[in-house]
């Protein structure tokens, strides 16, 4: 039988539920246990495909599409587990479902309510992968314990531990231990009174986990265990980790998480194999170099709204055994007359995916600051499009080139919007969305990076690379280095005789993984280590 665990935050938003979570995947895969991990997020929205990346961090797109919160990429970093969009269930999901069931008459004439009617379809999205290939469902429910618009989850959780039997289930909750510096001490209050709420619910903890600065006394753990009413071998603390957050499975398998969830599961499991996990930390904390790289965009000063894209930043430093520091620039404050002095020291640059004309004119200074003076320059779907852009005004004489999203009287829209996408007016779940392939020219740093002819890479955007204008800027020396096969659509841009400059229309850093860095990033950063050693 499927087992269910359902993990919970409490006092304040931000804990690190979809880390810990991940981890907590991490260690049962190496315990040899077949996990899958999905998400509860409150709001009402249907997906987080229309939500701004300063309120909720990045989309991330999963394989099929799915626009998602940005906790289901520490999930597929961190695990082997099938990510998709139905891994990721919000509550206007929910309740777009049950209103449609309504209309057609499914419910029978009845009066439709939150229970059991929206219960029942949150329990039916629990149990979504039970069967006989999986041992453990891990559901996360996001914001905090005692949220409003949360209540219709928890009581679908608590109905569902009720059915599924307690020896089927856990719960595990993440909670806060503050540390107030003013007086030295560690305050357990707030956990006592976040788990009171979660009683109050109808739900018992099974496991807590304290969010700390400073590791807790023998003392606090017996006084959080009396008043939480939990035994006291199931309480841990997840100190803030020293140098990286891929210290933080180790850090918990000391502790004993895995095993006790084993033990309050029943379950069968193997000894853990965490060989790779600790030769992936040796390599964190023992670099053989430094290299600064710039990351060039409009959401730097929230680094969640590039979450993928530094982690696959850091993949790549641990692929070539350097430490990468991130320079955050934003793409407001660049322009041709300070380029270089905002620029100047980096081994690399880099910009990411976005939308809008604010900050264009700055990337494009950072793309031109690149192209002119040789340093590895990487572009991640709209980072693609700047470079085209900025290729096709300072190298191929179209002097007003530009992208039909931010110039519609332009002379030369080289990034244009596809018929297909011309009469589209709902914005959520339409752009060119999940894997597509492509298809790799011979003698590309592209095809030498993958080792391969045809790969697939993960899409979200509406505008592309527009074929008229192809034979032209071929002709000045850009060079197509990936088509897609089926679509004949622009997927990758190079420039010949430079140390790198790859431009990619779709979003590798969400396929980038900590044991499995993604080949394009280890060798944008392999580029940017060669510069700074020549220097």
């Known amino acids: 039988m499927t087992k269910h665990v359902f993990i919970t935050g409490g006092v304040v938003s931000s804990l690190g539920k979809g880390l810990t979570t991940a981890c907590i995947g991490a260690l049962l895969e190496a315990r040899g246990l077949r996990v899958r991990i999905q998400k509860f997020d409150p709001y009402i929205n249907v997906d987080a495909g229309t939500m701004n990346p300063f309120q909720h961090g990045e989309v991330y797109v ?57 219960t029942n379809e949150i329990k039916a999205h629990i149990r979504q992968h039970d069967g006989p290939d999986v041992d453990l469902v891990l559901s996360e429910l996001g914001g905090t314990v005692g949220d409003i618009e949360g209540m219709a989850f928890m009581e679908a959780f608590r109905q569902f531990a009720y059915e599924n039997g307690r020896e ?158 991130v320079h955050r620039i934003n793409a407001e404050e660049l322009n041709d007359d300070n380029a270089g002095k905002m620029l100047r020291g980096m081994a690399g640059i880099l910009v990411p995916g976005g939308f809008g004309e604010r900050g264009i004119e700055g990337k494009i200074s950072a793309v031109r600051f690149a192209r002119e003076n040789r340093v590895p320059y990487y572009g991640l779907c709209l980072g693609m499009q700047i470079a085209v852009i900025e290729f096709a005004r300072h190298v191929a004489g179209m002097t007003d080139a530009n992208s039909s999203e931010f110039s519609r009287d332009t002379r030369h829209p080289v990034i244009t919007l596809l018929k297909d996408q011309r009469n589209v007016k709902d914005m959520g779940g339409t752009m060119r969305l999940g894997a597509q392939p492509c298809k790799l020219a011979e003698g590309t740093a592209s095809r030498v990076a993958y080792g391969a002819e045809l790969v697939q890479e993960r899409h979200r955007h509406r505008y592309e690379f527009n074929n008229e204008f192809r034979s032209r800027l071929i002709e000045k020396g850009l060079v197509v280095a990936g088509l897609n096969p089926d679509l004949d659509l622009v997927e990758i841009c190079e420039l010949k005789d430079h140390p790198f400059f790859v431009g990619v229309q779709f979003h590798p850093e969400f396929q980038s993984k900590p044991l499995k860095p993604h080949p394009l990033f280890a060798a944008f950063v392999k580029a940017a280590v060669e510069r700074a050693k020549s220097r």
């Open 62 to 118: 999963t394989v099929d599409g799915g626009e998602t919160d940005l906790d289901l990429g520490h999930y597929e970093r961190y695990t082997a587990a099938p990510i998709t969009r139905s891994s990721n269930i919000t509550s206007g999901r929910i309740y777009h479902n049950v209103i449609s069931k309504e209309r057609k008459g499914a419910y029978l004439g009845g009066c439709v309510q939150v229970v059991p009617h929206i």
């Open 168 to 325: 089927n289930t856990a719960f595990v909750h993440l909670t806060l231990v503050p540390y107030l510096r003013s007086s030295g001490e560690l305050k357990t209050k707030p956990t006592q009174q976040s788990v009171g709420v979660l009683r109050q619910i109808g739900v018992q903890p099974d496991v807590l986990v304290c969010r700390t600065e400073r590791p807790l006394t023998q003392e606090m753990r017996d006084k959080i265990a009396m008043f939480c009413n939990v035994e006291k071998q199931y309480v841990f603390d997840e100190r803030d980790v020293e140098h990286s957050i891929y210290e933080l499975p180790l850090q918990l398998q000391q502790a004993g998480l895995d095993e006790a969830l084993i033990r309050r599961l029943g379950l069968k499991a193997g000894p853990a194999k965490l060989d790779a996990w600790q030769d992936l930390v040796h390599r964190v904390l023992n670099p053989q170099g430094t290299v600064d790289i710039a990351v060039v965009g409009k959401y730097v000063e929230l680094k969640d709204a590039y979450k993928s894209v530094y982690e696959a930043i850091d993949h790549g430093g641990i692929a070539n055994r350097v430490e990468v520091k």
